[in-house]
């Protein structure tokens, strides 16, 4: 009993050519693929994007056209035009616009190329480096400066040690040179 069940379950799962349940399911594979035609046409239209740089040079994406204000030499992609005609219409007469210099170049050259610009970042970067280490030997003698004339502008003694290790204190005379030697220090930290 049990294989004949099975074999009337088969054949139910079958729909029979012109049954309503075959009908049914044409009519939902029509609907998938109306489905999937009307996807992959918003697909196509999600492509149709602007590139373009704004006034300070910032570069903008859009599904709608830049401003009117924008010139053409700023758009960098607009929807139906492939790279190589937007730089056409840019240069005016269908020039390329990679430079003549630089169109001719093998791996050789533009490798050299590359490494003269790295090696003139990590110039800048160390000559960054070096005034950043200046300016801050700068603030620190500035500061040191500051608190010697402070302690000598207080009143109090000031105590010295000589070359023979004895302690003496510093005249009127000392303190006053010592006073215009601080201004003169300062003068720079100004």
Known sequence: MPAEVEAKEATTALA?????????????????????????????????QYVWLDE???????????????PASRILKAPGATNQTMASEQTG?????????KA??????????FLKRQTEAAAR???G??????????A?????????QRLLNSGQRISTVDKNGE???????????QVKQAQRALADCR
């Open 167 to 177: 302690r003496t204190y510093m005249s009127d005379e000392e303190r006053t040179q």
């Open 129 to 138: 480096l070096d005034e950043a280490k200046s300016k801050a030997e700068h």
């Open 140 to 148: 620190g003698n500035c500061d040191g400066a500051r608190q010697n």
């Open 93 to 101: 007469a269908g020039e390329s616009t990679v430079p003549a210099a």
């Open 56 to 70: 300070k040079g910032v570069k903008t994406l859009s599904d709608r056209p830049p401003p009117p204000t924008v």
């Open 104 to 113: 001719g170049l093998n791996t050789a050259e533009r490798n050299t190329a």
């Open 125 to 127: 970067e160390q000559k």
């Open 16 to 48: 029979a050519p012109g049954s309503k349940k075959m009908k049914k399911q044409q009519g939902n594979l029509k609907i998938r693929l109306l489905a999937a035609f009307a996807m992959m046409s918003m697909a196509v239209l999600a492509q149709a």
